[in-house]
């Protein structure tokens, strides 16, 4: 049977321009959704922009603008950083289309009609930024205990969602279904969080307008987060498709986020749809932060790199590469722009790019531009042909547990194998001995080699991928033919100029 995927991005909030921050997961989901795709299995992959609430109210204004004329605005930057970054989405929502307005009124509805909403009053304190309100005792030195940003007290009308009755069930749930949060510290968090106690939680707002109205009573908008959380269910046709259970792709829907957003996704969310009878997503990714130069990125600071810029600069498969290769999943990694220049040079430039130049050169000028499959194949040439199939191979899985850097490090041993190889057996110095035959056997081997690795650095690399498959043309059976050209697929970076990159968005 087919396997089916459902990949998400976290819809990002259009208080600020794209970085590389949001870019990382839009990229880890690209590179997740095109290496299934090359697997053969059916991926429909969305991603898009969470612009209700408070906070972007507050922007707005601050912009002179209505709030719908910054989300339009900020909306487009998100949208058109996708092609720069060469991303294979499916599909864009934003949460102020219609089709998303209608999934989360029907989900309120439903929630509302199972027994799940009640109107109540709250007072507490209130993280802005967040959308969130914290007890007294949830505070960390009187500051958000999500990121110690301030608080202040607040007290409205509002409806409650009986998150309380679900606490049992969540932990069975965690229970029964031992991988749907990733990475296992982040699973073990959720469960020690479920355990302390849940409490009802507030689900509207009447302190602001911006936001999609609870039905039945418009003083009344619908808390940012369960309007944000149901994109997920907006992108699979719903209300329409009211049958999520039997969906296929919710069944095998991965979300992928960062790990400061796992509390909305791993509890709210899967509560919320318990409540609605829908059953919880597949599984919960989260990985983690990127610092810049060792800071975390921050306006003021000015320290926040422009994946625009650098794609622009060095090309979007260098910057895909780097984020992947970089950051172990799971954990923080640090950006630097002389980390990047040494990775690419180092990776890129002198090892793939000049293997794939090199062996294609070497076949136009010594071969007549092709080659011909080996009638026997020595025991070097078996044993390498050999350890550069286990090394691709050994990447599913490792793709299969989100261990990016080291599925990258495979095709990096593998290019470096290719690499020794081409040094062992000299081709150059075959054709100075005029050992035809032989010479030809070796660039023949190389290239089948050059090929495979190319398909499984395609996901990560899919310009420079699609550049040498066509310039090695392998559709005629046994026969290889090149087609040279001058220019590498990753030129080196000259790093004395590595000063004046300017890779720092500016406002
Ligand atoms: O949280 N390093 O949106 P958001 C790595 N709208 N990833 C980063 C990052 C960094 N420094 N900064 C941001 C929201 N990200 C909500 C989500 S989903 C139903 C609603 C990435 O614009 C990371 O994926 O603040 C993080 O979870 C996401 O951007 C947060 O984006």
Redesign the pocket.
């Known amino acids: 049977m087919e396997e089916i995927l459902y990949i998400t991005?976290?819809?990002?909030?259009v208080?600020?321009k794209p970085?590389?921050?949001?870019a990382?997961?839009t990229i880890v989901c690209d590179v997740f959704a095109r290496f299934n795709r090359m697997l053969g299995k059916r991926v429909k992959f969305v991603t898009g922009t969470?612009e209700h609430g408070k906070k972007i109210e507050q922007s707005a204004a601050r912009s002179g603008m209505t709030p719908q004329v910054f989300s339009d605005q900020v909306s487009q930057l998100f949208r058109e950083l996708l092609p720069i970054l060469n991303v294979s989405n499916d599909d864009f929502v934003r949460t102020t289309e219609n089709r998303h307005k209608v999934a989360v009124s029907h989900i309120w509805n439903t929630l509302h009609q199972n027994g799940y909403i009640y109107l109540g009053e709250y007072s507490g304190w209130y993280d802005i930024r967040n959308e969130a309100y914290f007890t007294e005792e949830e505070l960390v030195d009187g500051k958000s205990p999500l990121d110690g940003r301030e608080v202040v007290i607040m007290k409205e009308e509002c409806y409650f969602f009986k998150l309380s009755a679900f606490q049992n069930k969540l932990l069975e749930y965690y229970e029964s279904h031992k991988d749907f949060i990733f990475p296992e510290s982040k699973r073990n968090e959720v469960i020690s969080f479920v355990k302390s106690g849940l409490k009802d939680l507030a689900i509207s707002r009447t302190t602001f307008n911006w936001g999609i109205p609870v039905p039945h009573n418009d003083k009344h908008v619908i808390y940012v987060?369960m309007d944000?959380?149901a994109?997920?269910l907006t992108c699979n046709n719903y209300p329409e498709n009211q049958d999520q259970n039997n969906n296929e792709f919710w069944q095998n829907s991965l979300h992928?986020?960062?790990?400061?957003?796992v509390r909305?996704?791993a509890v709210y969310w899967p509560a919320f749809l318990m409540a609605a009878n829908i059953t919880p997503p597949r599984q919960i990714i989260a990985?983690?932060?990127?610092?810049s130069e060792g800071e975390?990125?921050s306006k003021s600071l000015g320290n926040v790199q422009d994946p625009v810029k650098l794609c622009n600069l060095f090309g979007s498969d260098a910057l895909r590469y780097f984020l992947l290769r970089e950051l172990s999943f799971g954990e923080d990694g640090n950006f630097t722009i002389e980390s990047f220049v040494t990775r690419y040079n180092g990776f890129l430039a002198n090892s793939y790019g000049n293997l794939c130049k090199r062996v294609i050169t070497l076949v136009d000028k010594y071969s007549n531009g092709f080659v011909i499959k080996p009638e026997k194949f020595s025991k070097t040439d078996k044993d390498f042909v050999q350890n550069i199939d286990l090394l691709l191979e050994k990447t599913i899985e490792l793709v299969e547990k989100y261990a990016f850097n080291r599925y990258l490090e495979k095709i990096e041993m593998a290019t470096s194998l290719a690499n020794q190889f081409i040094d062992q057996e000299k081709p150059w110095a075959l054709k100075e001995f005029n050992d035809i035959k032989r010479m030809q056997d070796v660039l023949y081997i190389l290239l089948e080699a050059i090929i495979k690795i190319t398909k499984f650095f395609d996901p990560v690399t899919p310009i420079a991928a699609s550049k040498i498959l066509h310039q090695i043309d392998n559709s005629v059976r046994d026969k290889i033919t090149v087609n040279s050209v001058d220019e590498s697929v990753f030129p080196r970076i000259d790093v004395t100029k590595i000063n004046e990159f300017d890779v720092y968005a500016k406002d």
């Open positions: 991005t976290p819809i990002y909030y208080n600020a970085h590389i921050g949001h990382y997961t969470d987060w944000a959380l994109n997920y992928f986020i960062g790990k400061e957003i909305f996704h990985h983690g932060w990127w610092l975390k990125m």
